[in-house]
């Protein structure tokens, strides 16, 4: 069993201006009631946010943006569910179950956070702030789970097409688990994000967008724009992952949204 606090070799410059991945985080486990999740965490003196990978990553994801955030920063980088050093226990992998993990990873660090979430991440998001549970904003880049792009998917026929290549992507990095991926995509169509959900949202919200992204076409940005007061940045050439292919532009809007 894993437990909350384990770590490995914690080496920090305090004259160091940004964050550097490798050396300026602490490795640790905390216990949920689906299994441990695995975190990296730099202690930082100002806001608070924690970094939600998308479907099949892990919290290396997010190394290339850390050299572009300040170190004041307090960091947590989380392994989802069935993803990186976490556990993956033999069960339904929805939107939901991740959904209340991160409500008792949350709770149990006691956290008063900003959550960004890319793709898998920021559908987990949304529906997180949805349900009133506590945070002080969030951002998601490049999200998944809007009801209206699974309902295009499956009037033009193609999604069954691109499940199976979410699949296949999916597997082919990072070593993830067969039973883990086919969990979560086939149980995509659940909990989408719809009028209800954007309407629920009551926090801070930034979107970002890649203005070419080949997953997610930009055109769905406009409906993470329901979430009241919301606002969207679009990364000229981002793709589907502006926080690797443009991340310092994507590290200024996160910093121009906290503060």
């Known amino acids: 069993m894993r437990w909350a606090g384990v770590s490995t070799s914690f080496q920090r410059s305090q004259r160091r201006e940004f964050v550097d991945y490798d050396n300026d985080f602490e490795d640790g486990y905390q216990e949920t009631s689906f299994g441990a999740m695995h975190f990296k965490h730099h202690k930082g003196s100002s806001n608070t946010i924690m970094f939600l990978h998308g ?3 892990n919290t290396k994801a997010f ?3 850390m050299g572009y955030l300040p170190s004041d920063l307090d960091i947590y980088i989380i392994d989802l569910l069935g993803h990186g050093l976490s556990e993956a226990p033999q069960i339904d992998y929805t ?3 991740q959904v209340k993990a991160l409500r ?3 709770s149990a660090k006691n956290l008063d956070c900003y959550i960004f979430g890319h793709s898998y991440g920021g559908w987990i998001s949304v529906l997180y ?13 490049d999200s998944a789970g809007s009801a209206k792009r699974l309902e295009d998917s499956k009037s033009s026929g193609t999604s069954d097409i691109e499940g199976a290549q979410l699949i296949k992507d999916a597997l082919a990095i990072n070593g993830n688990k067969d039973y883990v991926i086919r969990s979560l995509v086939g149980n995509s169509g659940i909990s989408t994000l719809s009028t209800q959900e954007f309407g629920a949202v009551s926090v801070p919200t930034l979107i970002i967008w890649g203005s070419d992204d080949p997953v997610v076409n930009i ?12 606002r969207t940045e679009i990364i000229v050439g981002g793709k589907h992952y502006p926080h690797y292919t ?5 590290a200024k809007a996160i910093m121009g949204f906290i503060s």
Not at 246 to 250: I, N, Q, R, S
């Open 129 to 141: 702030a949805a349900g009133g549970y506590p945070c002080k904003g969030i951002i998601v880049e």
């Open 219 to 230: 055109r769905y940005a406009s409906e993470f724009g329901r979430i009241r007061g919301s």
């Open 55 to 57: 479907l099949g990553g």
């Open 246 to 250: 443009k991340p310092e532009e994507v």
């Open 95 to 97: 939107v939901t179950v």
């Open 63 to 65: 190394a290339r943006l």
């Open 104 to 106: 008792e990873f949350i």
